[in-house]
């Protein structure tokens, strides 16, 4: 091999080392953003769970207030008034 093309190569090998080094820490942080976008994911998964369970609770509240005054009262100083609605069934 002629002087120059060793020198290519070199210079080749050396930029095949970087580019492979600079693939290895980027990989690194994208896991880590990876993992973090996985908790907050979930977190949020949690959060629409407990929001679901709150709104069932209040509902089933609602529904006891109905025949409890002290159940209703409870939701009142809350800041929930509870109303009966009677809605007729539809005609065909």
Do not use: H, W
Not at 17 to 36: D, F, H, K, P, Y
Not at 59 to 84: P, R, W, Y
């Amino acid at each position: 091999m002629k002087p120059s093309q060793v020198y290519i190569t070199m210079a080749l090998g050396v930029i095949c080392l970087v580019l492979s080094i600079t693939t290895m820490l980027l990989n690194r942080g994208n896991q880590e953003l990876q993992a973090r976008v996985q908790q907050q994911q979930n977190e949020i998964a949690k959060g629409n769970q407990l929001n679901q369970i709150g709104r069932t609770l209040l509902q089933e509240m609602a529904q006891l207030s109905l025949t409890n005054e002290k159940i209703k009262t409870v939701l009142k100083d809350n800041g929930f008034n509870v109303e009966v609605r009677n809605s007729a069934p539809l005609e065909p």
